[in-house]
């Protein structure tokens, strides 16, 4: 295995980061989560991503986040850094996903960070966090995932 993503045509940093603010193809269960696209970095293999967190939409009945969306979220995060990881050549279905929740989640903003700590020929190694808008860490999680090569990415 090694650290290095597979060779494909340079992206910048920030072409990335436009790809993905102007597509009209965000799946429907990134919309239900309200995600969106904040930082990326290549050279880290990491991204910075926002929830939209809706009450009407994501709450248990303790009116918090129910933690299967907050499942899904660090599995977002983590899916994505895959990507840029892989110069935008791969996608990264989740193999296995450990999570673990430190304090509730309330509706409203969520900062998600994901970050690829190893990727190989077959396999990559991911972490995910998700922070409060006082940044308190809320929920983190690690994770495998399946580089798997996609022939284009539609923006």
Known sequence: MTDVAPEAE?????????RFLRTK?????????GF?????????????????????????PMKQIQGGYLCAMLDEA????CMVASGMTHVAPTLE????FLRPAMPGTIKGIGKVVKW????AFTEG???DPDGRLLAK???????????SYKS
């Open 120 to 123: 190989g020929r077959s396999i």
């Open 129 to 131: 966090e998700l922070y």
């Open 10 to 18: 340079t992206l910048t940093d920030e072409a990335i980061l436009a």
């Open 78 to 81: 983590m899916s994505v850094a």
């Open 25 to 33: 193809n965000q799946p429907t269960g990134s919309q239900t989560l």
């Open 36 to 60: 969106r696209m904040v930082a990326v970095s290549q050279a880290e293999k990491s991204v910075e991503v926002a929830f939209d967190a809706k009450a009407e939409l994501l709450l248990n």
């Open 141 to 151: 999680a690690t994770g495998t995932a399946l580089p798997t090569p996609f022939k």
């Open 97 to 100: 996903m450990k999570t673990s």
